[in-house]
């Protein structure tokens, strides 16, 4: 299973993320940060849809995305 | 439960703090990319960099390199003297459009043309965006910015200025490409045309560009997604992406005379 996490005191709500994903699991959040940011996340129940793809991170500005990979057997 | 590896992470070049950029600004993205490049190159702690006055004059507080501040369109002057005094060190230029094409044209011709053994990286978001959006020498025809309210007229304000185009064809330059920061593809390719620009000097081959089409939301007047849109729609058409110039690829130096042993000479 892959899965994101976003740092929300990083994120500047720009929503560029949510226009990459091939799943269109990325939305805003109703969640502000100290800034002031209206944050994006990935709802709970669709985490599982992430393949890991990493698009999201490659064109946030702001490193406020991690993205996790399950380990391939073997390896 | 799997155990899991990390498919993306901040580097760790990037010093851990927010930036001051205004939301979807691409410089954030332009300065992980140089970060990425200069670690797996390995040059890190090899690093000269040397920054310009615009909204990246606080590239310093973002890379962890030694770093030091060029006065405004100077950069490529102040690079060439890093160089040739320390010619160990990788030594590279981060400037903005206002900043390269406008008040710096003769520095970066200059050494360009000289084949200095430096590395550009040019940000090109078509406005003055540090000092609130006035027009630079890349605004588009019809872009309206706070000094030309009623949009760039041809007439008035001629073309826009294709750097690449000119840099490219330079007799120093080895290595001048135009990438952009609007999309996920188009960011790989632009990680990869810095890592080219890059490494023409490593080689001592010569001068090394790499412009990166780019979104300033704030002065454009618009959120990022449609920033983006503009880049896609409007940028690329006027400033095509692709190599300008590539020594490696013609298999020759720049610098015919002298040929590639540069790098030795004290
Ligand atoms: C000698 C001098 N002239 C003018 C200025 C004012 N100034 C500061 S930044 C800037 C333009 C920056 O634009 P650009 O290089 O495109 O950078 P951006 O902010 O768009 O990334 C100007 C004209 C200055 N700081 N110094
Ligand atoms: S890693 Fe890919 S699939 Fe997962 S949230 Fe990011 S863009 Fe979507
Ligand atoms: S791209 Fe980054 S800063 Fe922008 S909304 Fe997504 S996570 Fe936040
Ligand atoms: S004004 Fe433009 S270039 Fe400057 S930080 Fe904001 S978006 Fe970026
Ligand atoms: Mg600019």
């Known amino acids: 299973m892959a899965r994101v996490e976003f740092r929300d005191e990083r994120c500047k709500g720009c929503l560029l993320c949510t226009t990459v994903c091939p799943k269109e699991i990325i939305c805003q959040s109703a969640r502000f940060n100290k800034q002031g940011y209206k944050v994006a996340e990935v709802k709970e129940d669709d985490m599982d849809k992430c393949t890991g793809c990493a698009s999201c991170a490659l064109i946030c500005p702001d490193l406020a995305i991690t993205v996790y990979r399950e380990k391939k057997e073997g390896k | 439960m799997s155990a899991e590896q990390i498919a993306f992470k901040a580097p760790e070049i990037m010093i851990d703090r927010a930036t001051h950029y205004c939301p979807g600004c691409h410089h954030g993205i332009a300065h992980r990319l140089v970060g990425e490049v200069l670690t797996e190159m390995g040059l890190v702690d090899d690093t000269l960099c040397v920054g310009s006055i615009g909204c990246s004059v606080f590239i310093y507080n973002y890379l962890n390199v030694d770093a030091v501040e060029a006065p405004h369109g100077r950069a490529p002057a102040v690079a060439t003297g890093l160089k040739r005094s320390r010619k160990d060190k990788f030594v590279f230029t981060y400037q903005g459009d206002g900043d390269l094409a406008s008040i710096g044209m003769a520095e970066i011709v200059h050494a360009a043309n000289r084949g200095e053994r430096i590395s550009v990286v040019f940000v090109n978001n078509t406005v003055y965006g540090m000092t609130g959006g006035q027009m630079a020498p890349t605004t588009l025809i019809g872009q309206k910015t706070t000094t030309c309210p009623a949009g760039r007229c041809l007439d008035r304000e001629g073309a826009p200025i294709r750097m690449s185009?000119?840099?490219?064809?330079?007799?120093?330059?080895?290595?001048?490409?135009?990438?952009?920061?609007?999309?996920?593809?188009?960011?790989?390719?632009?990680?990869?045309?810095?890592?080219?620009?890059?490494?023409v000097q490593q080689q001592g081959i010569g001068f090394g560009f790499v412009e990166l089409l780019s979104g300033c939301p704030t002065n454009w007047r618009m959120d990022a997604v449609a920033a983006n849109k503009r880049i896609t729609e409007e940028m690329i058409p006027y400033f095509p992406l692709g190599v300008y110039k590539d020594v490696t690829a013609e298999g020759g130096c720049a610098c015919t005379e002298h040929g590639t042993d540069s790098k030795e000479d004290k």
């Open chain 2, 165 to 199: 185009e000119i840099i490219g064809g330079l007799g120093g330059t080895a290595y001048c490409e135009r990438a952009s920061l609007d999309s996920v593809k188009n960011i790989r390719r632009a990680k990869k045309a810095i890592r080219k620009a890059f490494e």
